[in-house]
Every structure is written in C-alpha cells, then in structure tokens.
C-alpha cells in the first residue's frame, strides 16, 4: 500500500470538508450534506480497491489459488 492512498484521502476530506462549510454557510445545508456523502462515497471507493489489492496480494503470498 502506499502512501499515496493516504494523501488522496486525505485531500479529498480536505476539499469536501471546505466545500460544506462553504456551502453550510451559504445557507444550502441540503447541498452540503450531498457533497459530504459524495465524497464518502469516492473514499469509500478508493478504499474498498485498497483492500481488494491486499486480499490479492495474501493470497498470492500464502498461493491461495
């Protein structure tokens, strides 16, 4: 895994948490919510493809298949 992972994440929670306090302080609350889980929804992805790489790579060591 590299830490290159990390630095999306961490940017993605960064833009997403300025665009919610931006829009939460525009007034548009409904909007703000729908970025947030938007961006929930891309880490959650990004993530998930983390994870299916590391369950390739286990099996590959422990020769699984």
């Known amino acids: 895994m590299d830490i290159d992972l990390i630095l999306k994440v961490a940017g993605i929670g960064l833009l997403v ?5 931006v829009l939460n302080e525009a ?3 409904e909007q703000a ?3 947030t889980i938007a961006g929930v929804v891309v ?5 998930i493809q ?5 369950f390739v790579l286990v099996k590959s060591v422990f020769n699984l298949y």
């Open 50 to 54: 983390g994870i299916s790489d590391l």
């Open 33 to 35: 919510q729908m970025v």
């Open 27 to 29: 007034g548009k609350k």
């Open 43 to 47: 880490v959650l992805y990004m993530v």
């Open 17 to 21: 948490g300025i665009c919610a306090l």
